[in-house]
């Protein structure tokens, strides 16, 4: 199987930085693309950042500005970078992976365990 791994995670007071980063590793053949998720309970995981192996990015409205998704195709790692950030995002961060595994046919949608940012007051 393939697995995702997380880390960087922590806690900050509010206009503080984190970085995540996420590793993937197992049989892929090709990473279509990569992003972060976070959750809060009794909500749904929203889209926080995403980018495609075309480099192509996009950021949910409220950390445009202020988070920046990167990668290092040979490390198959995807960043994010998280400055100013605010009490509301507090969340558990998951990270997400659009991956072809060697002999697949089609990419399937892969989920690390997730790391908890808590941002205080």
């Known amino acids: 199987q393939v697995q995702l791994v997380e880390s960087g995670g922590g806690l900050v007071q509010a206009g503080g930085s984190l970085r995540l980063s996420c590793a993937a590793s197992?049989?892929?053949?090709?990473?279509?693309?990569m992003g972060w998720y976070r959750q809060v309970p009794g909500k749904q995981r929203e889209l926080v950042a995403a980018i495609t192996s075309g480099g192509s990015t996009n950021y949910a409205d409220s950390v445009k500005g202020r988070f920046t998704i990167s990668r290092d195709g040979a490390k198959n790692t995807v960043y994010l970078q998280m400055n100013s950030l605010k009490p509301e995002d507090t969340a558990v961060y998951y990270c997400?992976?659009?991956?072809?595994?060697?002999?697949?046919?089609?990419?399937?949608?892969?989920w690390g365990q997730g790391t908890q940012v808590t941002v205080s007051s």
């Open positions: 197992g049989t892929i053949f090709s990473i279509n693309a």
């Open positions: 997400n992976a659009d991956i072809v595994r060697y002999g697949g046919f089609r990419p399937n949608r892969y």
